[in-house]
């Protein structure tokens, strides 16, 4: 079964544009990542921005973005899927910090992995 597509996009003819599951559930991810936790009321456990630029003052940060998605997601019945881990990553500049994050299938045990970058606090 497709999924609409993030950012929401228009095809000719008005349709939106569709996509495959973990695509869309990734590109949620995104929008998590880029949303402060918090800040949209009718699912308060939406978004971890804010812990991910304070990556570099609380060691845990990562592991408290991942729960943070996990309960947005059971907040949001979004079953099929869990975040797996979220690291950070070594880079080598000092201005912004990069995250992979790994998602995994709960009906197949297949991952999927997607990079975001974080300015720190």
Do not use: K
């Not at 729960?67 to 019945?77: Q, S, T």
């Amino acid at each position: 079964m497709p999924f609409l597509s993030f950012p929401l996009r228009l095809r000719e003819g008005g349709v939106l544009h569709r996509t495959e599951e973990s695509s869309a559930v990734l590109a949620f991810l995104h929008a998590m990542a880029i949303t402060p936790g918090g800040s949209w009321t009718a699912c308060p456990n939406f978004g971890f921005r804010d812990l991910l630029e304070s990556g570099r003052q609380r060691a845990d940060s990562p592991r408290l973005a991942m729960e943070r998605a996990n309960l947005a997601f059971d907040d949001l019945g979004i079953t099929g899927y869990r975040v797996q881990e979220i690291a950070r990553e070594n880079t080598q500049r000092s201005d912004f910090d990069v995250y992979a994050i790994t998602l995994v299938a709960t009906r197949s045990s297949e991952t999927y992995s997607t990079r975001i970058s974080a300015e720190p606090a």
